[in-house]
């Protein structure tokens, strides 16, 4: 399985990574940043959020 981190402290907000998630497992929260909304179990390990974060917030482990 995949893990799935992100460092929200580096997250400017822009969103990309909860459009990207082909899993949709990204999401904005009411304080504007992103986190995973969904179930992180999903996650399926394409390192999208990783290619598209601009800030490197994400890092996708595989255990
Ligand atoms: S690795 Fe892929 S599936 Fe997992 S959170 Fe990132 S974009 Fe979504
Ligand atoms: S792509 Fe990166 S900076 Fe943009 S919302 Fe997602 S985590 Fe934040």
């Known amino acids: 399985m995949f893990v799935v981190s992100i460092d929200r402290d580096k997250c400017d907000?822009?969103?990309?990574?909860?459009?990207a998630c082909p899993a949709g497992i990204l999401g904005m929260l009411d304080d504007g940043k992103a986190d995973i909304?969904?179930?992180?179990?999903?996650?399926?390990?394409c390192e999208t959020c990783v290619?598209?974060?601009p800030?490197?917030?994400?890092?996708?482990?595989?255990?």
Do not use: Q, R
């Not at 907000?13 to 459009?19: I, K, L, P, Q």
């Not at 909304?37 to 390990?45: D, I, L, R, S, V």
């Open 55 to 63: 800030n490197e917030c994400y890092t996708v482990t595989e255990m």
């Open 13 to 19: 907000g822009c969103g990309a990574c909860a459009d």
């Open 51 to 53: 290619a598209t974060c």
């Open 37 to 45: 909304t969904g179930e992180a179990e999903e996650c399926m390990g």
